[in-house]
């Protein structure tokens, strides 16, 4: 059942103000402009939706400062970041829905020397915790998941359906793994002896720090020994794969499809798009910006922006597919003149 939340309490919790619209406006769910019913509340996050917001039936609009007029009978709110504001909003309707009720489900299985509070932590039907792991209050291992031997989840995680956290890596306090993640998979590692692969053991870990977030069937390898390393705040897409032995910095974006190869470091605040990926033992600094579908051979230095296979300056990568573009009618143009010039160059009768 839906818990309303009026107007008033709304523009407290994101620190707007009420533009329009009663205070004690009752508001259960949330959605986007043009989705929206008469008991939602949405926002104008970017001005080329300002055609849906004009048409909204929301109850209520978190909009930019400035904007003091919208749809008859919805309220404004202004903020001066209504994206985020709204991400206030999703949250509370998401916990809202979440239900974390403390307890072990009868058909889960827990090993007796693992270490978790029955009282603190849900432990769904289906899920295994195995021998001697730790698993800290508020926390939640969704159905059919697998927490190895030894390992470490910190508080207030939430670990969906169908993960593996595979032995003795640790998670920090309140980290996401979404259904299908796997922490902890064997690097690739082999060895070519006598016309044979021959398997290199992968006995490190991974170690993942506080409020990362972790895609569905992301893979992150274990390190081939030390550790693979996720720095906090990052936030991982679905279907990433990360080799042993990296090191993402705090508060990275990579999204889905990236490939990231063993042994590379990625600096703090690093964003990558889709399809990005790198060589192994390759490093990019902070802040960099890699462009989707680009192919890093090479280390990149702090603070640019990437593109191209191999990676380049964007501006750079830019002015060489302007080129390309043009090669077709560069090479008409030298075929036209070859002719001309052989015509020229013809003897006479």
Same mark, same amino acid.
């Given at each position: 059942m839906a818990i309303a939340l009026s107007l008033s =309490? *709304?523009? &407290?919790?994101?620190?707007?103000?009420?533009v329009r619209g009663g205070l004690d406006l009752s508001l259960t769910g949330m959605a986007a402009l043009d989705m929206a019913d008469p008991h939602d509340v949405s926002f104008l996050g970017n001005e080329k939706y300002h055609a849906q917001f004009l048409e909204t039936k929301a109850a209520a609009v978190i909009v930019p400062r400035g904007v003091t007029s919208g749809p008859e009978g919805t309220a404004l709110i202004a903020v001066d970041n209504p994206t985020l504001a709204f991400s206030v909003v999703v949250k509370h309707f998401a916990e809202i829905a979440r239900k974390f009720v403390p307890g072990i489900h009868p058909h889960a299985s827990v090993d007796p020397s693992a270490v978790l509070n029955p009282e603190k932590v849900l432990v769904h039907a289906g899920a295994v915790v195995m021998a001697d792991a730790s698993v800290g209050d508020g926390? =939640?291992?969704?159905? !059919?998941?697998?927490?190895g031997a030894d390992a470490v989840i910190g508080r207030d995680c939430h670990i969906m359906s169908n993960?593996?956290?595979r032995e003795r890596c640790v998670l920090g306090d309140r980290v996401v793994l979404q259904p299908g993640a796997v922490?902890?998979?064997? #690097?690739? #590692?082999? =060895? *070519?002896?006598?016309g044979r692969h021959v398997k290199i053991d992968q006995v490190g870990i991974v170690e993942i720090g506080d409020d990362v977030e972790i895609g569905a069937n992301t893979t992150i390898d274990r390190a081939r020994f030390g550790k693979t390393i996720i720095g906090e705040g990052t936030k991982i897409d679905n279907l990433v &794969?990360? #080799?042993? !032995?990296c090191v993402i910095g705090k508060h990275c974006l990579i999204v889905a499809l990236c490939g990231i190869s063993g042994s590379t470091r990625i600096g703090d605040y690093v964003t990558m798009a889709g399809q990005a990926a790198t060589a192994g033992h390759v490093s990019? #600094?902070?802040?960099?910006?890699?462009a989707g579908r680009t192919g890093i051979t090479t280390s990149l230095p702090a603070g640019g922006t990437y593109s191209g296979f191999p990676a380049q300056p964007f501006k750079e990568e830019m002015k060489l597919r302007a080129t390309v573009r043009r090669l077709p009618k560069l090479i008409e143009r030298v075929k036209a003149l070859e002719a001309a010039l052989k015509a020229k160059q013809a003897p006479e009768d």
């Open positions: =309490e *709304l523009a &407290q919790w994101i620190d707007g103000d009420i926390s =939640e291992i969704g159905p !059919n998941s697998v927490i993960v593996a956290v922490i902890g998979s064997d #690097g690739y #590692g082999y =060895e *070519l002896s006598d &794969q990360i #080799g042993h !032995n990019i #600094g902070d802040k960099a910006m890699i």
